[in-house]
């Protein structure tokens, strides 16, 4: 799954093109490399994410296409805030 769908999923990021655009400004990362917005993810990957004075380190634990509000936390587990 693109790295930009997967965060949109997640509802780590709650837009497509705001996650794309974090990609873009180089603000995302997964296992400590900068990835561009069309980057696969897969389980088990650390993602880290960058707003501007705070960051975000999260695990991918699954990868669903599509999933509801409420579900949409077993997705990842936060690692660091």
Known sequence: MRI????????LIKRR???KDACDQERV??????????????EGDV???S??????TAK???????CRKEDAADMYEIIED
């Open 60 to 66: 991918v634990l699954k990868l669903t296409e599509s």
């Open 51 to 56: 707003f501007g004075n705070s960051s975000l």
């Open 47 to 49: 993602i880290h994410i």
């Open 4 to 11: 930009d769908k997967f965060l949109k999923n997640s509802r």
């Open 29 to 42: 990362s997964v296992n400590g490399k900068v990835v561009k917005a069309g980057a696969e993810v897969k």
């Open 17 to 19: 093109t705001v996650a």
